[in-house]
């Protein structure tokens, strides 16, 4: 049966060191999971992890020029560490999760924060805040067999050369194999589904033409320019 129109194209992330493409089902975040982000978002407890999305071709592979988005006065970043599942499933145990999982990379989960505010501020929905066009650059995938599973090590982010954010992978309120295997009680995970784990403090508000560069030991670097 054919199709009303031809399909989007599917959404792919190159990995490091190979050929391959790493095709995207789904793009998961986790909020506020690292104790100084918390606070200076005006949290002071650790929470359970709670998860909003983005869509797939959000993604910017590889980085580089990123447009401005329109209705913002106010854009921010935050450096994530980023788990790429190649296995799912649901009610994942967290002593399992690490099997699932194939990569790593660095993303940045760009946000309008001053639309994530009226919305939280309202009740409303997150949506127009963390999930608009451009909204998820993302470096190559480094697989697993490669690097292992990271569970300590810088992760940073600088504009224009300046630090702006600096933190340590263990200072994650809930590990990788738990926020895998929280998130699977929610729904079934599949392969090919994405996860940012949130990120430390410092984020702060950035304009056309800033260049953000952002890395996390052992993981990789990305850099984006704002046009």
């Known amino acids: 049966m054919p199709y009303v129109f031809p399909p989007a194209a599917p959404v792919g992330i190159p990995v490091a060191g190979s050929d391959a493409i790493f095709p995207v089902r789904r793009v998961y975040c986790v909020g506020r999971n690292y104790a100084d982000h918390a606070a200076e978002m005006g949290a002071d407890t650790r929470e ?9 071709d959000a993604l910017v592979p590889g980085g580089g020029n990123v447009p401005y988005p329109p209705a913002t006065g106010n854009l921010q970043h935050e450096v994530e560490l980023v788990i790429a599942l190649s296995r799912g499933g649901a009610n994942i145990r967290p002593e399992d999760a690490l099997a ?5 990379a660095v993303g940045l989960d760009l946000t309008r924060r001053d639309l994530q505010l009226r919305a939280k501020d309202k009740g409303h929905p997150w949506d127009m805040g ?42 994650m309120s809930w590990k990788v194999a738990e926020v895998i295997a929280n998130l699977s009680t929610y729904l079934t995970l599949a392969p090919g589904d994405l996860i940012f784990t949130g990120t430390p403090a ?8 800033d260049v953000l560069t952002a890395g996390i030991s052992g993981v990789g670097e990305i850099r984006v320019k704002l046009v």
Do not use: C, M
Not at 50 to 55: A, E, N, Q, T, V
Not at 135 to 158: E, F, K, N, Y
């Open 100 to 104: 699932g999982v194939f990569g790593y």
């Open 48 to 56: 359970p992890p709670f998860f909003f999305s983005k869509p797939a």
């Open 202 to 209: 410092g984020v702060s508000t950035v304009v056309r033409g």
């Open 130 to 171: 963390k999930g608009f066009d451009h909204s998820a650059p993302i470096a190559d995938l480094q697989p697993a067999t490669a690097i292992g599973h990271p569970r300590r090590g810088a992760i940073w982010l600088q504009v224009n050369g300046e630090p702006r954010q600096h933190g340590d992978l263990e200072q």
